[in-house]
């Protein structure tokens, strides 16, 4: 198995900062793609932002300029730094990896943190 533990969520004021964060463990060889996700009631879960092995970064149009996701490979790690957050980021976020265990692909995701956002 491949488990993922979010950490780093809470209450946070408009246009402060916070830092999400998210280790990858277990039967892992390697992790293609690691992203954030996130979700509120009565919407689907929705990309917030996606990192490749080869750092390249996809941002949802709502987030750009204001989040910026980052990782480690080594430590099979990611970051999302949220600058300037505003009341509609308010969400449980999620974690998610993609890639391949010893005996074949993997997709899992954290249990989630929620993060409010207060204006």
């Known amino acids: 198995q491949v488990q993922l533990v979010e950490s780093g969520g809470g209450l946070v004021q408009a246009g402060g900062s916070l830092r999400l964060s998210c280790a990858a463990s277990?039967?892992?060889?390697?992790?293609?793609?690691m992203g954030w996700y996130r979700q509120t009631p009565g919407k689907q879960r929705e990309l917030v932002a996606t990192?490749?092995?080869?750092?390249?970064?996809n941002y949802a149009d709502s987030v750009k300029g204001r989040f910026t996701i980052s990782r480690d490979n080594a430590k099979n790690t990611v970051s999302l730094q949220m600058n300037s957050p505003k009341p509609e980021d308010t969400a449980v976020y999620y974690c998610?990896?993609?890639?391949?265990?010893?005996?074949?692909?993997?997709?899992?995701w954290g249990q989630g943190t929620q993060v409010t956002v207060s204006s």
């Open positions: 998610n990896a993609e890639g391949l265990t010893g005996w074949g692909r993997f997709n899992s």
């Open positions: 990192i490749t092995r080869g750092g390249n970064t």
């Open positions: 277990g039967s892992i060889a390697v992790v293609n793609v």
